[in-house]
Nanobody
Framework: QLVESGGGLVQVGGSLRLSCAAA?????????MGWYRQAPGKQRELVTT???????NYADSVKGRFTISRDYAKNTVFLQMNSLKPEDTAVYYC???????????????WGQGTLVTVSS
């Protein structure tokens, strides 16, 4: 019910923009949306989040390079990634925390992931 797009292959120093949209007509509201990533052989880690009130949080490793934004009307979140490094290579997962559907409100849901590869 979260669909990501925008991953791909990029050279060091390049940019990519990821998008994540909640299923229209299924998910009506979301408190916090965010991005996590998992590199090969590593645990999934927080990249950035944005709350319903627009409060953002970034991992130290991406501060100043990545920017999260959100379209509240469309329940869509974006991740603008600039100055990409090889260590940014990972599968990026979209996350929605505290969301509501017509059937009720729930805790968390994940997207299927999109691969970002930064080549040196």
């Amino acid at each position: 019910q979260l669909v990501e797009s925008g991953g791909g292959l990029v050279q060091v120093g390049g940019s990519l923009r990821l998008s994540c949209a909640a299923a229209s007509g299924v998910i009506f509201s979301i408190n916090t949306m965010g991005w996590y990533r998992q590199a090969p052989g590593k645990q999934r880690e927080l990249v950035t989040t944005i709350t319903r009130d627009g409060i953002t949080n970034y991992a130290d490793s991406v501060k100043g390079r990545f920017t999260i934004s959100r379209d509240y009307a469309k329940n869509t979140v974006f991740l603008q990634m600039n100055s990409l490094k090889p260590e940014d290579t990972a599968v990026y997962y979209c996350n929605a925390l505290d969301y509501c559907t017509a059937d009720g409100c729930y805790g968390t849901i994940w997207g299927q992931g999109t691969l970002v590869t930064v080549s040196s």
